[in-house]
């Protein structure tokens, strides 16, 4: 059965969310340049946008919990339009990073929202699917966004480039409007009792493995460039076309995980973690060669985001009565994954050792997460369950 045209607005959404994260990090000295601040001024960009998500997903998450579903989507895809058109116009550097910090206070509040109602819009045994297809916006921003508003930028002068990701958002809102039905509101409890989910062990856990997934992925991805001209050898040029590469495994890794949900929920995130531990391990080899570290880039792609959808799957599942609370702060604790990822990662370099070791620090972290996954299966099974079912969800009339 194929999913719901619906779910491709939620996608264009989460494709804009994307193309604004990173899209700076190719436009960083044409920034830095125009509002008068050194690189690593400007780098601060990117990092305050990730303090935003953070901070933004339990105060969006608190604000979006009684609205309507539909509503909610479209107020904050408004704060995602106006945070860009901020960005464009921002005539100070202390009024950009305000302005990146307030554009990300829609980040997973979106995500998370969209990804609870796509998976409340698709046939019961396509519920991962759909979350999946909402989040490969977000992987082809990193294929095509990225690179396109990075050239745009260039070509016409950076502000542009915000204000056509602002555009995207326009876009993004009139497909929700028109595409996206009106749905059932969840019944909300109290702000405590939702709340009180985080301390159900499974959702924990669910939140504790998402974190350890970005963090694995960050603590290499954010120093591959160096890797793939330093260790591999490939030309600083050639680094862009690896890339995207690498962002095609993304997405097809993406697809795939939402198939595998679907099918076998926590025993396919425990062979995707240790599959993930593995292949890093690997690649402290592979990387020596151009061939092989590419191919295994590749692979590690289609892993490394393979386990998105399982994981949003799993703490949704486990958070009956708050499914969009849980996961908008899912959301969050994959942004401090990525943080802490990218601390993670430099220690090698701090303590002396080569490039071709940092693969050893995502390996390690991966297999925690394959730990913990274990552990969450085995959890599982001492509740009486064998496999986790996306739970019936409580509604009251119709917005």
């Known amino acids: 059965m194929a999913l719901p045209r619906s779910i491709l607005a939620l996608a264009a959404g989460c494709f804009g969310i994307g193309t604004t994260e990173f899209v700076v990090m190719g436009l960083l000295p044409d920034v830095a340049r125009d509002l008068n601040v050194d690189i690593p001024q400007a780098g601060l960009l990117v990092t305050g946008y990730a303090v935003g998500v953070v901070i933004g997903a339990p105060i969006l998450a608190i604000l979006t919990a009684r609205l309507p579903r539909k509503g909610a989507l479209l107020g904050l895809m408004g704060v995602f339009m106006l945070g860009n058109l901020f960005c464009a116009l921002a005539p100070t550097y202390e009024l950009m990073l305000a302005a990146r910090v307030f554009t990300a206070f829609a980040h997973a509040a979106f995500m998370g929202i969209g990804a609870v109602v796509a998976a409340d819009l698709a046939p019961p045994h396509q519920r991962a699917q759909a979350m999946s297809l909402t989040m490969a916006g ?151 060669n151009p061939i092989t570290a590419i191919a295994t880039m590749i692979v590690w792609g289609v892993i490394s985001f393979a386990v998105v959808a399982p994981l949003q799957m799993h703490v949704v599942n486990e958070a009956k009565g708050a499914p969009n609370m849980v996961s908008v702060l899912n959301h969050a604790g994959f942004n401090i994954g990525c943080a802490s990822g990218a601390a993670l990662g430099g220690l090698p370099i701090a303590h002396g050792f080569g490039l071709s070791t940092i693969p050893w620090v995502g390996a390690g972290v991966a297999f925690i997460a394959f730990a913990v996954s274990l552990f969450s299966l085995y959890l599982g099974k001492r509740q009486g369950r064998h496999e986790t079912v996306y739970p019936d969800v409580e509604s009251v009339p119709a917005e």
């Open 138 to 288: 977000l992987t082809v921003a990193n294929v095509l966004g990225v690179p396109g508003g990075t050239a745009f930028g260039q070509a016409f002068g950076w502000r542009f480039t915000f204000v056509a990701v602002a555009i995207i958002g326009a876009i993004a809102a009139i497909a929700i409007a028109f595409m996206v039905p009106r749905m059932p509101t969840l019944k909300a409890k109290s702000l405590l009792g939702e709340f009180a989910v985080l301390k159900k062990p499974q959702v924990a856990l669910g939140m504790g493995m998402s974190a350890l997934a970005a963090a694995s992925m960050f603590s290499v991805y954010t120093y591959i460039t160096p890797i793939l001209t330093g260790v591999t050898g490939i030309s600083a040029a050639s680094v862009t076309y690896v890339l995207v590469v690498f962002g095609v495994g993304l997405t097809v890794g993406n697809l795939l995980g939402g198939r595998l949900a679907d099918w076998k929920l926590m025993p396919s995130l425990n062979g995707l973690f240790l599959a993930l531990a593995c292949l890093l391990a690997l690649f402290t080899v592979t990387a020596g």
